[in-house]
């Protein structure tokens, strides 16, 4: 069974820094690229960002390039989102999810590209 666990979720002030993880289990984490979500209340699930399954390749949505970096540390089974210069319209629960193919060339930004998800973690940033 997969378990992706997210945490490092909180409050901090605009311009701060967080930094995700979300640790997976389950599967052989190598195989599956990762990415990111985030759902603010009453707006769609939207992309955040996606990384390869051997780190070299990475995918930003608009809003956040150049500001948030995602990461993974294969050898733990874990994948990373640092996240700095927040803006209160960062504020959302962020989510992690595991790619539903193996090794795929493209890194996907669709929802329904990803099989299994996490619980979510909080990221509230005040103005």
């Known amino acids: 069974q997969v378990q992706l666990v997210e945490s490092g979720g909180g409050l901090v002030q605009a311009g701060g820094s967080l930094r995700l993880s979300c640790a997976a289990s389950g599967r052989t984490f190598s195989n599956y690229a990762m990415g990111w979500f985030r759902q603010a209340p009453g707006k769609e699930r939207e992309f955040v960002a996606a990384?390869?399954?051997?780190?070299?390749?990475?995918s930003y949505a608009d809003s956040v390039k150049g500001r948030f970096t995602i990461s993974r540390d294969n050898a733990q089974n874990t994948v990373f989102l640092q996240m700095n210069s927040l803006k209160p319209e960062d504020t959302a629960v962020y989510y992690c999810?595991?790619?539903?193919?193996?090794?795929?060339?493209?890194?996907?930004?669709?929802?329904?590209?990803?099989?299994?998800w996490g619980q979510g973690t909080q990221v509230t940033v005040s103005s």
């Open positions: 990384i390869n399954w051997s780190g070299s390749k990475t």
């Open positions: 999810a595991s790619d539903r193919a193996t090794r795929r060339t493209v890194l996907a930004r669709t929802g329904n590209q990803y099989d299994y």
